[in-house]
């Protein structure tokens, strides 16, 4: 039995890691590891720099890691966009059908 252990302590290894890179996938929503929240740009001024760049701001929020809005441009097109937390730089960017 004791020579099964070491098998057994990789297997759990190995599933471990697979886990935790399924989990920070997820947690990110594939854009990268998470900042620490105390880097993160305030929401108030996310939605000013948004707003400066001709938007109107619908729904601002951060989810799973990064800061998602729903927005709409000055030719009235809704846009769903996720931004960086730390930099609002834009990483995912959609037209909003909803």
Do not use: C
Not at 23 to 34: L, N, P
Not at 43 to 52: F, G, N, P, Q, R
Not at 60 to 88: C, F
Request: proline content about 4%; hydrophobic content about 40%; charged content about 25%.
């Amino acid at each position: 039995m004791t020579r099964h252990l070491p098998l057994a302590a990789l297997a759990l290894a190995t599933g471990l890691v697979a886990v935790t890179a399924q989990a920070q996938d997820i947690t990110t929503k594939g854009f990268g590891t998470v900042p620490p929240r105390a880097e993160w740009m305030k929401i108030s001024d996310l939605a000013l720099k948004l707003e400066a760049q001709g938007y109107t701001i619908r729904e601002l929020d951060s989810d799973d890691g990064v800061y998602e809005v729903e927005m709409q441009d000055a030719n009235g097109m809704r846009v769903e966009a996720y931004l960086h937390p730390v930099t609002g730089e834009v990483l995912q960017r959609q037209r909003d059908n909803d």
